[in-house]
């Protein structure tokens, strides 16, 4: 993880646009949803304040999600240089994992630390407010570091798709769109129908974003924190053994041209 800080510390002006990017779709996806509030008649599930505060929280937390898998080793993969991985004397599976959690981690702390300190600070109706309580504030935080895990395992996932395609590309379309739509990433899971966010909630996706920002608003009680990590757990290790399964089956098979 030293090292990946050290890498992206290099890359400073790719920091900052990313920061940049986060910052203005923030602004915008706030705009739409003050239009929505100030046009809609009906009574909403959460009120905008907590809408905003929604809205940066996903910004803020945006590079942590699993919207790709190791590009290094797709990369690898495709080229054959996954043969210089075969013969180093370590668990294939948990080095990409890890590998990856180090990707997404180190990303997020560098722009979102400074994103989520700016967006307290702007102006009422525009700017997130703190945790609903110092406990809502630690059951987020907790969830979070679980969703990381998850979202990893689901990166792995999509890594080791590339041994059994020509390309790799499937996997890395199809999974960040649907992760896009039943996260809470574009809208909170809070607006969809009842019987919807009743099936929403048990599945992986909803793990990633929506339950750890309902616990910071407050939406979700503490007493719950339990069973929805242990929920987060439960996929975790789904994706886990899928894809150690995943990588010894390939392993039989691939082949490395060359000499």
Known sequence: MKMRFAVQ??????????????????????????????SSTSVQPISLEQVVTYTW??????????????????????????AYELCRPLDLYFNWYCRLISQKLVPALLTGIPLFAIVLLL?????????????????????????????????????????????????QRIVPALIMVFSGSIVPLVYYPDWAQGILRYLPFSSLLDIPLRFYLGVLPISELFSFILLQCGWTLIFTVTGILILKAGMRRVVVQGG
């Open 57 to 82: 929280i996903v910004q803020v937390t945006f590079r942590m999600q699993p919207w790709s898998g190791d590009n290094d080793i797709i990369d690898m993969i495709r080229d054959g240089n996954v």
């Open 123 to 171: 102006p009422e109706g525009f700017g997130a407010k703190p945790p609903a309580s110092p406990a809502a504030g630690a059951a987020w935080f907790i969830s979070t570091g679980f969703a990381l895990l998850l979202g990893c395992a689901i990166g792995n996932l999509m890594t080791l798709s590339t041994l059994w395609t020509l390309a790799g590309y499937g996997m």
């Open 9 to 38: 510390l290099q890359y400073r002006a790719a920091a900052a646009a990313a920061f940049s990017t986060q910052l203005f779709f923030g602004f915008v996806r706030v705009m739409v949803f003050q239009a929505f509030y100030s």
